[in-house]
């Protein structure tokens, strides 16, 4: 059996790369590890940290779109040191008009779901403590929109919208 240390990178197939550069950089502060222009990609870490943790390589403007109904990767997250990074950061993606999905106190977690250019779903998050999910029956499916974000949907606001009759 393998025992991998942990997740190394994540590999993201993108419309234009000049804007999912930007982004990544600009709005979550990631560093250009090697820019490879010959097959349109760039590598991507946290401080540095790794040779890179996302690499992003250009499919072109014609390819296909998400959908909501197929196998596939649901989001990446990133964590933060703490509660007063993820108030930051949502400050941040109200400033420069990051489409926020939907915010949740999970209980184990603190987080703020947004999408990127191509409208793959992200998540910034910070840990709870262990006194705080003591207050969760279960702390893996708390639904409580983060007190910070009262403007924009919660879990359980998403989850409602589904149960919902489709017309």
Do not use: W
């Amino acid at each position: 059996m393998i025992h991998a240390e942990r997740i190394g990178h994540v590999v993201i197939k993108v419309r234009n790369l000049k804007r999912s550069r930007a982004f990544y950089t600009e709005v979550l502060g990631m560093d250009v590890m090697m820019e490879v222009p010959g097959i349109r990609a760039v590598f991507l870490a946290n401080n540095r940290r790794d040779h890179h943790e996302i690499a992003l390589f250009e499919v072109g403007a014609e390819a296909e779109g998400l959908r909501g109904k197929q196998i596939g990767l649901a989001h990446i997250a990133f964590r933060l040191r703490n509660e007063e990074d993820l108030r930051a950061a949502y400050k941040e993606f109200k400033e420069k008009d990051v489409p926020i999905s939907f915010t949740v106190d999970h209980g184990v977690t603190k987080s703020v779901y947004f999408r990127d250019p191509d409208g793959h779903e992200l998540e910034v998050y910070c840990d709870n403590s262990p006194e705080e999910m003591a207050k969760f029956k279960n702390p893996y499916l708390g639904m409580d929109k983060l007190d910070f974000a009262t403007g924009d949907p919660g879990l359980a606001d998403v989850i409602g919208q589904l149960e919902q009759p489709q017309h």
